[in-house]
T-cell receptor
Framework: AQSVTQPDIHITVSEGASLELRCNYS??????LFWYVQSPGQGLQLLLK??????LVQGIKGFEAEFKRSQSSFNLRKPSVHWSDAAEYFC??????????FGDGTTLTVKP | DTAVSQTPKYLVTQMGNDKSIKCEQN?????MYWYKQDSKKFLKIMFS???????INETVPNRFSPKSPDKAHLNLHINSLELGDSAVYFC???????????FGPGTRLTVT
């Protein structure tokens, strides 16, 4: 069965600083990988996805993620964080049956 | 136009009652999902329907019964509500095979 680990429960960064959120997955085949963001009181919104091809994928709101098969990782990055990026971030892995398994989430706090 | 909508947004009820949550998507997707997000923000899939057929049924008590009258709607009926059912329930939809999911705004269920 697939699984996702987000090692950081809570991360605090200063506005304008760079950000990296970690995600490690376990899946037997080529994974379908996603990052979602959840703002307070809202549903989840897709930031970016990786299915195949270029291992560096660009998403919305200036986010990018890099797929590293050797490390089973799919870390999310942003070069300069804005206060509006404060939210809960979820990494997910999907299987061939269309089922997505989500990590436990990382809460991002942005300091002014 | 709201892509994935849920009603109601808030639901407060007493133990033992029966309640329903409705979900509708206007994206033309053929697959719909129900997720439960607990107080620690852990997100777990409950059910998935593809073209009105149940394709994923995680370990969920029989008190939970999904119903899909057509591929644009997936409702969740809960019998004999318990305190532990208190959570935010999210509906989502996708095209089968593309795996990225679009989430509704959530229904916060509080059982007293």
């Amino acid at each position: 069965a697939q699984s996702v680990t987000q090692p950081d429960i809570h991360i605090t960064v200063s506005e304008g600083a760079s950000l990296e959120l970690r995600c490690n997955y376990s899946y037997g085949a080529t994974p379908y990988l996603f990052w979602y963001v959840q703002s307070p009181g809202q549903g989840l919104q897709l930031l970016l996805k990786y299915f195949s091809g270029d291992t560096l994928v660009q998403g919305i709101k200036g986010f990018e993620a890099e797929f590293k098969r050797s490390q089973s990782s799919f870390n999310l990055r942003k070069p300069s964080v804005h206060w509006s990026d404060a939210a809960e971030y979820f990494c997910a892995v999907g299987d061939d049956a269309g089922k997505s398994t989500f990590g436990d989430g990382t809460t991002l706090t942005v300091k002014p | 136009d709201t892509a994935v909508s849920q009603t109601p947004k808030y639901l407060v009820t007493q133990m033992g009652n029966d309640k329903s949550i409705k979900c509708e998507q206007n994206l033309g997707h053929d697959t719909m999902y129900w997720y439960k997000q607990d107080s620690k923000k852990f997100l777990k899939i409950m059910f998935s329907y593809n073209n009105k057929e149940l394709i994923i049924n995680e370990t969920v008590p029989n008190r939970f019964s999904p119903k899909s009258p057509d591929k644009a709607h997936l409702n969740l009926h809960i019998n004999s509500l318990e305190l532990g059912d208190s959570a935010v329930y999210f509906c989502a939809s996708s095209y089968q095979g593309q795996y990225e999911q679009y989430f509704g705004p959530g229904t916060r269920l509080t059982v007293t």
